[in-house]
């Protein structure tokens, strides 16, 4: 699931696909920034349902920020 992400990245980094490339680079903040909390606490990196759960989190948060604007 990471190697995807970075990928994608990567591609729309090149492709110059800023929106994408964007939301790409804050998923995979996301996730190293969960890593580093794990590892604080002796835990190992995500998995990838672990993974699958902060992704469906931070839609809902974006779904939710997107309902609070309008």
């Given at each position: 699931?990471?190697?995807?992400?970075?990928?994608?990245?990567?591609?729309?980094?090149?492709?110059?696909?800023?929106?994408?490339?964007?939301?790409?680079?804050?998923?995979?903040?996301?996730?190293?920034?969960?890593?580093?909390?794990?590892?604080?606490?002796?835990?190992?990196p995500?998995?990838?349902?672990?993974?699958?759960?902060?992704?469906?989190?931070?839609v809902?948060?974006?779904?939710?920020?997107?309902?609070?604007?309008?």
């Open positions: 699931m990471r190697d995807v992400i970075d990928q994608n990245y990567k591609a729309a980094f090149k492709a110059r696909d800023q929106r994408r490339a964007a939301t790409l680079r804050a998923v995979n903040a996301a996730i190293q920034d969960k890593d580093i909390e794990a590892r604080g606490h002796g835990k190992q995500l998995t990838t349902e672990e993974i699958l759960v902060l992704l469906q989190k931070m809902k948060q974006r779904e939710e920020s997107l309902g609070i604007y309008e």
